[in-house]
């Protein structure tokens, strides 16, 4: 990969006004693959300006002018998925099998979602003698995190594109690589200057100046709960609209029927796929108190059939991103065991023969209640825990004793008490009998999990703001 050393700004590539490197880790050897820059404020205060220039002729596009737009960003993507694929791998270490047939669609979904939802897109409507509008609500901020780099950026990017936005994107500094090709998707599909910028930094530098910035309209930020607590302290100055998809400890409530094993091996494996670093990942399984003797059997099949390595070859699972969290993980397993869980299959330490690159063991813990930091604790990682209930209230209120509330997941043959467990749990989105996420449906998270709406057409209202023009109609 390029080294990145400039930043996206009004349609051109220029030096940081401070120059700062650090190096691009890659994660499966421990090695530099590159070097990004590091921005300051002085930086966002130049891509702000880029932005709301920008927006004074972008802001009152037409529907058609912008569908035109994000049509030419499609064909543009679809041009460069391989070169995407192949910096989702060396970036954050996602197999290679994975960022062609998941990390990278699924931005390109969302492109495609947004320019099939803006022409139906209702921008006004008459109530009485007032007409109601919807207006794009200026510049915004992009804070994005590395595991899921294309769908975190491309669900923000796209509804503000399709809205009349214009943004500055700062992505993870740990995965820079793939927001850079995006800056050229945009470059060659001739998308106007200043309304798409890229300011590479850090949390501390750039996107607490984003946050804090009076020339930003809104900040979008995905990433821990930690940090959007700290991204909304900064942006609380400024009254800015502060949307945000944050972490999770989603609970999976499996019925006791005769689909119980098929249905523990399908969550064990949606829990560990890109190796356990996803938000709404079923990190917590419930289970008939009684059966959770029968996981560890099924777990070691499971996980036998997950191959663990280099993620540019052709396995199941890569490293986590970084020694930060690969100590984070570690740490974790290690005082889960103190506890008094059981690891039924992995623990702590590498998988064997993987001395370099921060490889994790898959790992089922039994033995676990919900009160232990591991139940409690969103991991991040490849690590599931099994927690046994009594009954179906017991199961809904262990689910629902939680901070987060992002996502849940129930399975079984009854469909409809599938459907009414699914209801009653406490969680933006509710995964049915192992229903994949939906594009077309809306995504985001209760309580601690976050605020606002992404993905679909729910995404364009968190950027605009609604105008009543009364007596208009009289």
Request: hydrophobic content about 40%.
């Given at each position: 990969?390029?080294?990145?050393t400039?930043?996206?700004?009004d349609?051109?590539?220029?030096?940081?006004v401070?120059?700062?490197?650090?190096?691009?880790?890659?994660?499966?050897?421990?090695?530099?693959?590159?070097?990004?820059?590091?921005?300051?404020?002085?930086?966002v205060?130049?891509?702000v300006?880029?932005?709301?220039?920008?927006f004074?002729t972008?802001?009152?596009?037409?529907?058609?002018?912008?569908?035109?737009v994000?049509n030419r960003?499609i064909?543009?993507?679809?041009?460069?998925?391989?070169?995407?694929?192949?910096?989702v791998?060396e970036?954050?270490?996602?197999?290679a099998?994975?960022?062609?047939?998941v990390?990278?669609?699924i931005?390109?979904g969302?492109?495609?979602?947004?320019?099939?939802?803006?022409?139906?897109?209702?921008?006004s409507?008459?109530?009485?003698?007032?007409r109601?509008?919807?207006?794009?609500?200026?510049?915004?901020?992009?804070?994005?995190p590395?595991?899921?780099?294309?769908n975190?950026?491309?669900?923000?990017v796209?509804?503000?594109?399709?809205?009349?936005?214009t943004?500055?994107?700062?992505?993870s500094?740990?995965a820079?690589?793939?927001a850079?090709?995006v800056?050229?998707?945009?470059?060659a599909?001739?998308?106007?200057?200043g309304?798409?910028?890229?300011?590479?930094?850090?949390g501390?530098?750039?996107?607490?100046?984003?946050s804090?910035?009076?020339?930003?309209?809104?900040?979008s930020?995905?990433?821990s709960?930690?940090?959007?607590?700290?991204?909304?302290?900064?942006?609380a100055?400024?009254?800015?609209?502060?949307a945000?998809?944050l972490?999770?400890k989603?609970?999976?409530?499996?019925?006791?029927?005769?689909?119980?094993a098929?249905n523990?091996?399908?969550?064990?494996?949606?829990?560990?796929?890109?190796?356990?670093?996803?938000?709404?990942?079923p990190?917590?399984?419930?289970v008939?108190s009684?059966?959770?003797?029968?996981?560890?059997?099924i777990?070691?099949?499971?996980v036998?059939?997950?191959?663990?390595?280099?993620?540019?070859?052709?396995v199941?699972?890569?490293?986590?991103?970084?020694?930060?969290?690969?100590d984070?993980?570690?740490?974790?397993i290690e005082r889960?065991?103190?506890?008094?869980?059981t690891?039924?299959?992995?623990?702590?330490?590498?998988?064997e023969?993987?001395?370099?690159?921060?490889y994790?063991?898959?790992?089922?813990?039994?033995?676990?209640?919900?009160?232990?930091?591991?139940?409690?604790t969103?991991?991040?990682?490849p690590?599931l825990?099994?927690?046994?209930?009594?009954?179906?209230d017991?199961?809904?209120?262990?689910a629902?004793d939680?901070?987060?509330?992002?996502?849940?997941?129930v399975s079984?043959k009854d469909?409809?008490?599938v459907?009414?467990?699914?209801s009653?749990i406490?969680?933006g989105?509710?995964?049915?009998?192992?229903?994949?996420?939906?594009?077309?449906?809306p995504?985001g998270?209760?309580?601690?999990?976050g605020?606002?709406?992404?993905?679909?057409?729910y995404?364009?209202?968190e950027?605009?703001e609604?105008?009543?023009l009364?007596?208009?109609?009289?």
């Amino acid at each position: 990969m390029p080294d990145l050393t400039e930043f996206y700004i009004d349609g051109q590539w220029v030096d940081p006004v401070e120059p700062t490197f650090i190096d691009v880790i890659n994660p499966a050897t421990e090695e530099p693959s590159g070097t990004v820059a590091i921005g300051s404020a002085a930086d966002v205060d130049a891509a702000v300006a880029a932005a709301r220039r920008a927006f004074a002729t972008w802001g009152s596009t037409t529907v058609e002018e912008r569908l035109e737009v994000l049509n030419r960003v499609i064909a543009e993507y679809q041009n460069r998925m391989g070169d995407l694929a192949a910096a989702v791998t060396e970036e954050m270490g996602a197999p290679a099998g994975l960022a062609n047939a998941v990390q990278v669609p699924i931005g390109l979904g969302h492109l495609m979602t947004a320019a099939a939802q803006l022409p139906g897109y209702a921008f006004s409507e008459d109530r009485g003698t007032s007409r109601i509008v919807k207006e794009p609500i200026g510049v915004c901020g992009f804070i994005t995190p590395w595991n899921w780099p294309l769908n975190q950026v491309m669900c923000k990017v796209a509804p503000a594109l399709a809205t009349g936005c214009t943004m500055i994107l700062k992505p993870s500094e740990l995965a820079p690589y793939s927001a850079a090709i995006v800056a050229e998707i945009f470059d060659a599909a001739g998308v106007p200057a200043g309304v798409f910028n890229l300011v590479n930094g850090d949390g501390p530098g750039v996107g607490a100046a984003m946050s804090a910035h009076d020339g930003i309209d809104m900040i979008s930020f995905t990433g821990s709960t930690r940090a959007g607590i700290e991204v909304a302290k900064s942006a609380a100055p400024t009254v800015k609209r502060v949307a945000q998809e944050l972490g999770g400890k989603s609970p999976n409530i499996i019925l006791d029927d005769e689909d119980f094993a098929a249905n523990v091996a399908g969550g064990i494996a949606t829990m560990m796929m890109n190796s356990g670093q996803s938000c709404n990942a079923p990190s917590r399984m419930l289970v008939p108190s009684g059966r959770e003797s029968e996981i560890a059997e099924i777990a070691k099949g499971v996980v036998a059939e997950l191959t663990v390595g280099d993620p540019t070859t052709d396995v199941k699972l890569g490293p986590v991103v970084s020694k930060a969290q690969f100590d984070k993980i570690q740490g974790l397993i290690e005082r889960a065991l103190a506890d008094g869980a059981t690891a039924v299959v992995g623990g702590a330490g590498r998988p064997e023969g993987l001395e370099t690159g921060y490889y994790v063991k898959p790992t089922v813990f039994t033995g676990v209640t919900n009160d232990m930091e591991i139940a409690r604790t969103e991991v991040f990682g490849p690590v599931l825990v099994v927690i046994g209930y009594d009954s179906i209230d017991e199961a809904i209120e262990v689910a629902n004793d939680t901070e987060y509330g992002l996502a849940g997941y129930v399975s079984g043959k009854d469909t409809e008490e599938v459907r009414r467990l699914g209801s009653r749990i406490r969680a933006g989105s509710i995964s049915l009998n192992g229903a994949q996420l939906d594009p077309s449906a809306p995504f985001g998270g209760y309580k601690k999990s976050g605020n606002g709406r992404e993905w679909s057409d729910y995404a364009f209202d968190e950027f605009l703001e609604v105008k009543s023009l009364l007596g208009f109609g009289a």
